[in-house]
């Protein structure tokens, strides 16, 4: 398998300004048009076509680089007059690097550029994997296929399954993370340290090869909050120790457990089919198939974005485009994973609040398989984002008017929708976002700490609704900021939180809330200027293996204020139904006495009847 690939540029650095939110975009199903008997403009593209030809229905161009690099180098979005619209014909459009749109690509003079898939949703696939081929059976049936190692990838999929890195102690399904192994603490002076693993004597065999191979826990002890991906450094067999080339989260004791962990990728730990061992020295990929090998269609990754929106500066932002009924499908994941900083401080940048290095994340996992910062009005409808090996969308800092609406996010490495807005106190620069009418399942695949189907991270003005949110080690929905933060410098103000359906979340993690909140109001006099309504909570109950404290509907976390809550329905917890301080109004919720149903608008719950791709039938 030939495999090349060069890395996402980084994202333009934050800058304290803020600008007005422009009117939402048009509807990008139809094309709609900024004027009446506006008639668009067409191009278009098809995997068969040539970028040498016309780019109309009848000679259509190759690539949807080649179109955009037409739109801009005729100037046709300079002076538009009506809608652009570049129609991808059904079928594959291979990229080994994300599709790149800056403010040269915008929409002008109120029109959208529409990028849609003309045979209908999710028939044109944005594809960031290449094909392993060229297998050769190993032992024990295990096979082998040279992949090179100038571009370790670090996830891999089979038939558009993810395939499990090859583990100890194996996991139970596919469904599940654990079982797990749990750290010890060798003497008591190294209750606090965080590179060092230490295991019971006859845990580990000697024996195994440990070189390409990595650490997967749950740092903290008892507290399973956040999950780390951290490679060996080495280990020490007499000792019964091993140094991971990265400290944790949090140290791996605390007073009451251990933390909860499995070793992985090591071609001594490959013996489940759907496990896969990757040696990087020697670019070899070693596979055990669910299926028949030849049959098999085993995709390796080779683009961590696919498509990345991103105008120079909060000053020049790209706006006005929308994607449209796309299918986005394989993204990477990274070498090593940790959530923020450990401590204050530790990105090295001066901030009013340095907390909130621990809050956001660290610049190199600031990605997502469509990632926008800078931009005003993107829209992105009817999708389909599957089989990511990190977030399916990314908002990064200075976003004004970003939709995702009737897009299924499947198969997702870890949150679903993911929106981090600016550093408190530095510029109110993200908000007035639309999350509408989506599914999104099984996501957190990769890091089922903090994993959120949606996640928004000091950011206000949103709407998050009619959508159905399932199976993820921990979250929902989350809204977040930290509660050091005061009042004027907080932005996550005047969110709206509606008709939403949140199936089997909590399912490996503790201290949770399916709905959860951290930081949001800090102060008193708590106005209620967030809404909670018409949401409809599954169970939520834990892995056995979970040490922590029990798992929630609703977790009000410190700051949990200034919220309203009406008609609210929750599954089974292992805790409350409902934990909160005294700061926020509930009307008519069922972790109360006088519970009314009537009032529950369960037909309108959960994705609309005009949602384009296929959901399972609600259980009330």
Known sequence: MSRTRRRNRSLPALAASTLLLVAGAALPGDASTAAEACEPRQFFVSPDGSDRAEGDKDDAWQTIEHARDHLREEGLTRRMRCDIVVNLRAGDY???????????????????????????????????????????????????????????????????????????????????????????????????????????????????????????????GSWSW???????????????????????????????????????????????????????????????PRGDIEDAEIMAPVADTLIELAGSSPEHRVENITFDGLALQYSDFVDWYRFGWISEGDSGYAHEYPEYDR???????????????????????????SDTGYHAVYALFANEGLTVESSLLENIGADGIKVEG??????????????????????????????????????????????????????GVSLEVRPEVAAEDNYARDNVFEYLRIEEVGLDSG????????????????????????????????????????????????????????????????????????????????????????RMEYDRIGVDDSFPYPVPEATD
Request: glycine residues 8%; charged residues 25%.
């Open 94 to 220: 291979q990229v080994d690097q994300a599709l790149e749109f800056d403010e040269n690509d915008s929409g002008t003079r109120g029109h959208q550029v529409v990028y849609r898939s003309y045979d209908g949703p999710g028939e044109a696939r944005v594809v960031g994997a290449e094909r392993v081929t060229d297998w050769e059976e190993y032992q024990d049936g295990i096979y082998r296929a040279e992949v090179g190692t100038d571009n370790p990838f670090h996830t891999l999929f089979e038939d558009g399954r993810r395939a499990t890195t090859a583990r100890y102690p194996n996991r139970a399904t596919d469904e599940e993370w654990a079982p797990y192994l749990f750290s010890v603490l060798k003497e008591p002076e190294k209750e606090a340290v965080h590179q060092w693993l230490y295991s019971n004597p006859g845990e580990w065999d000697p024996t195994w090869d440990l070189d390409d191979a990595e650490v997967f826990i749950w740092s903290g």
């Open 226 to 288: 956040f999950t780390d991906t951290v490679p060996i450094q080495n280990p020490s067999w007499d000792d019964n120790q091993l140094t991971m080339e990265h400290w944790t989260r949090y140290a791996l004791i605390n007073s009451r457990s251990g933390s909860r962990y499995f070793l992985q990728n090591s071609l001594d730990f490959l013996d489940q089919a759907g496990e896969y061992y990757l040696d990087y020295d020697a670019g070899q990929l070693y596979y055990k």
């Open 359 to 385: 809050q956001i994340e660290m610049p190199r996992n600031r990605f997502g398989a469509v990632t926008v910062t800078n931009s005003r009005d993107i829209t992105l409808s009817r999708m389909r984002i």
């Open 422 to 475: 600016p550093y408190p106190g530095e510029g109110d620069t993200s908000y007035g976002h639309l999350f509408t009418n989506n599914y999104i399942t099984h996501y957190g695949e990769l890091v089922p700490g903090d994993a959120s189907g949606v996640e928004l991270m000091n950011t206000g003005r949103n709407v998050v609704s009619h959508s159905l949110i399932e199976h993820s080690a921990r979250y």
């Open 511 to 598: 201290d949770m809330g399916a709905f959860y909140t951290y930081g949001v109001d800090n102060a008193e006099p708590h106005p209620i200027d967030n809404h909670v309504r018409q949401v409809v909570i599954g169970d939520v109950i834990p892995d056995d293996s979970m040490p922590d404290s029990g798992t929630r509907g609703v977790h009000m976390d410190a700051g949990g204020c200034g919220f309203s809550f009406a008609d609210i329905e929750v599954g089974e917890v292992t805790d409350d139904k409902y934990q909160s301080y005294q700061c926020n109004t509930v009307e008519n919720a069922n972790w109360q006495e006088g519970f009314d149903t009537s």
